[in-house]
């Protein structure tokens, strides 16, 4: 635990934090070669590190009781797996986890491509919110009755764990930005003023193409990669604007320095893609899974933290929790398998559905023209049904939950099993 001004000159008392002191830090992998991360717990509660994203072993994915033991205080756990994937993804516990990351839990894993294209700069940015009172302490971190809705915001919108932070970059240099949402809550639209930003890649793939940032939707979980050929002169600034609620905020800028280095975004050359297998259409099931509220809410008692209500549920089933019995998987998969999962939101309200291990891609929707990204984290739309497709290629139990934390810990949380 930790202290740091996050609001004003007072610091935030009781800040849990991956480092003895300030943010996360940003984790660097190399793709195809081994990593070793050890987790030392020095907090007073029991806790464990699930790296979002990533396609690893199970034994790594760090879920209480399903995947691994807890890791309680003092306790050590090495985290050994070697990425098949390039790309932004993060890191966050998955025990007690609303508390854990409210309280300051979260990270970037960055996994450098073997032969990326050619930066000037690359700055990540972890952008969460924070619970806390005018006097900078944190409040309680959620209302049951924001949880049965969109969720409970923060008060104060970081990057990086500070207010709209500046980063001096080349003028005339091409920058890779790397933002990644690690707030329980929030999904963000986010646009650029200043400079044009084309998105090279969302939830650490390569999109099939280029495109420019306008208002995309970036969920609880999501990631996007943008290149941004910054202006030529020195002391411009380039923002970027989160938009999703009525009043904009800039989360970042980014300001030239020195003489220009005449980048040419066309130079860039595309990301390479992830070893990622491609589904068998024509011979995958079909397993629909319903998102809805559920009618019940009483407070229940759930085990690792849960907040105590049911609200929500995955084909009519409400998990309150990982726990040391836990129910049946929603489905039983077959290792090797193709599989299309029908993501179907019945309700009204924008849930980010992640599934653990594996990685999809989206096939189409009946609300809106989508493109075949390739995710872990799909953002389905209120009302919307959302088709995607993987191969079922990575053995044993996955979580499939709503990445809102308040949602998955009142009962949109569930598990697959492949064997
Ligand atoms: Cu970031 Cu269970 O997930
Ligand atoms: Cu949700």
Redesign the pocket.
């Known amino acids: 635990m930790t202290e740091f001004s996050l609001r004003g000159d007072q610091p935030t008392q009781n800040i849990f934090s991956n480092n003895a002191i300030g943010p996360a830090p940003v984790l660097r992998a190399k793709q195809g070669e081994p990593f070793h991360v050890r987790l030392e717990n020095k907090l007073p509660e029991a806790t464990t590190i699930h790296w979002h994203g990533l396609r690893l072993p199970n034994a790594m994915d760090g879920v209480p009781f399903l995947t691994q033991p807890y890791v309680y205080e003092n306790e050590t756990f090495d985290y050994i797996f070697t990425p098949p994937d390039a790309g932004t993804f993060w890191y966050h516990p998955h025990c007690n986890t609303l508390e854990q990351m409210s309280y300051g839990l979260t990270g970037l894993l960055i996994v450098d491509e073997k032969d990326g294209p050619d930066f000037d700069a690359d700055i990540s940015l972890n952008l969460r919110d924070w619970r806390l009172g005018s006097d900078g302490q944190f409040i309680n971190l959620y209302k049951a009755r924001k949880s049965a809705r969109a969720g409970t915001f923060g008060t104060v919108k970081t990057a990086n764990w500070s207010e709209n932070p500046t980063y001096e970059v080349p003028s005339g240099g091409l920058i890779r930005l790397r933002a990644a949402v690690t707030d329980v809550t929030r999904i963000f639209k986010l646009l650029t003023k200043g400079a044009k930003a084309t998105i090279i890649a969302l939830d650490g793939y390569p999109v099939p193409k280029h495109f420019d940032l306008d208002h995309q939707a970036v969920g609880p979980g999501q990631r996007i990669d943008l290149a941004i050929r910054m202006p030529d002169e020195e002391g411009k600034e380039v923002q970027l604007i989160n938009a999703s609620s009525s009043k904009s905020w800039t989360v970042a800028t980014f300001k030239t320095k020195g003489t220009s280095l005449k980048r040419d975004i066309r130079d860039l050359k595309p990301l390479p893609n992830n070893p990622v297998p491609i589904p068998d259409l024509e011979n995958a099931e079909y397993i629909p899974f319903e998102f809805t509220a559920t009618a019940e809410s009483a407070p229940k008692n759930g085990f690792c933290g849960t907040i105590g209500f049911s609200f929500w549920a995955i084909n009519r089933k409400s998990w309150l929790g990982v726990s040391p019995d836990p129910m049946e998987p929603l489905a039983d998969l077959k290792l090797g398998k193709s599989y299309i999962f029908s993501f179907r939101n019945r309700t009204p ?1 924008t ?1 980010p559905i992640h599934l653990h291990g594996l990685s999809f891609t989206l096939l189409n929707s009946n609300k809106r023209k989508i493109d075949p990204f390739i995710t872990d984290t799909a953002l389905v739309l209120p009302d919307e049904r959302m088709d995607v497709a993987f191969v079922a290629d990575n053995p044993r139990d996955w979580l499939l939950h ?1 990445h ?1 934390i308040e ?1 998955q810990k009142t009962g ?1 949380s569930s598990f697959i099993r492949i064997s």
């Open positions: 309200h849930h709503c809102i949602h949109m």
